[in-house]
């Protein structure tokens, strides 16, 4: 945490007894973050994924999708897929309820297995031999750099001899980084969530400061989630850091090999890469 108490109170993102050691790290596994997420759903059916397209090409008959939410993209998956076996592993354990209900809507969902558990971290997730993987929605940058040959190895290790890992990166050149960097500097967004009836929730996002790599970028942001109930009183409220990594595709395209994986196509015609990927075995 670079930033000073002193600082933090300036910018108005602490209470008057709010410390900086109230800052956790575990955005993912709250409640909050389900709620979040759950209640973006409507600007959430707008959205386009460019994955779909390339997981349909390769007609796969078992696929995984990690980081699966409450069922969005699951859901197309199932709409494209019509004989697969499709799974969803999810850590936050707070998006079981929303599945339930966006199961109720979307029956389709019925026929898939869901699994709440943090897949890089778990052996209880055991079902192997996927023919695709699919990480969608740009999450891995959410992942440092660090954590990849994990990722990549665990990932392996649940493919088939010529399964598939499937995943979208953002876009980011080392001639443009420094540029798009300091126009997200400082930048302050939030979003008031309203929920007809009951609590409303704050979600704040400030982007602190960036670190610029040979591989790419770190960007560190400060994120507090705040919960009122219908008078506006406080009855929550969460403090997290939190990191994304642009990694250069230029530097990620070599990278690859050292993970131990293989470049089957690479389709940069949307706002995002797709990188379909096999393991060198
Ligand atoms: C940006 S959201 C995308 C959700 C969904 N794929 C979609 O497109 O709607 C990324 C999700 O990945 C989940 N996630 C992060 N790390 C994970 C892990 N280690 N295992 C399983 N899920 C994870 C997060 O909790 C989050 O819900």
């Not at 665990?154 to 540029?179: N, Q, R």
């Not at 500097?185 to 400061?209: P, Q």
Request: hydrophobic share 35%.
């Amino acid at each position: 945490m670079q930033y000073s108490l002193d600082k933090l109170k300036e910018l108005g993102l602490l209470l008057e007894h709010e410390n900086v050691a109230d800052f956790r790290s575990d955005f993912y596994n709250t409640k909050l973050w389900a709620e979040v997420f759950w209640s973006r759903k409507y600007s959430h059916e707008r959205r386009l994924d460019p994955e779909i397209d390339v997981v349909k090409k390769y007609n796969p008959k078992k696929v995984l999708e990690i980081g699966s939410g409450y069922g969005r993209f699951t859901l197309k998956l199932t709409r494209i897929l019509e004989d697969a076996s499709i799974h969803g592993v999810e850590t936050c354990t707070h998006f079981k309820k929303y599945v339930d209900i966006y199961t109720k809507d979307n029956p389709k969902l019925m026929d898939v297995t869901f699994s709440f558990v943090d897949f890089f971290n778990n052996e209880e997730f055991t079902e192997k031999n996927f023919d695709q993987i699919i990480l969608p929605m740009n999450t891995l940058s959410s992942f440092p750099l660090e954590t990849y040959p994990q990722i990549f190895e665990k990932v392996k290790d649940h493919l088939t001899k010529d399964g598939k890992f499937i995943f979208s990166t953002h876009k980011g050149s080392p001639e443009k980084i420094e540029e798009y960097l300091k126009h997200y500097l400082e930048r302050y967004s939030s979003e008031m969530i309203l929920r007809w009836g009951i609590d409303r929730i704050l979600v704040e996002d400030f982007n602190t400061d960036y670190e610029v790599k040979n591989y790419g970028a770190k960007i560190n942001s400060l994120k507090v989630n705040t919960r009122f109930d219908f008078n506006y009183s406080i009855i929550e409220r969460n403090l997290f850091t939190f990191h994304r990594e642009y990694i250069f595709h230029e530097f990620f395209d070599n990278y690859i090999r050292k993970l131990n994986f293989e470049i089957v196509e690479k389709d940069s015609s949307s706002h995002s890469n797709v990188y379909v990927l096999q393991a060198i075995r």
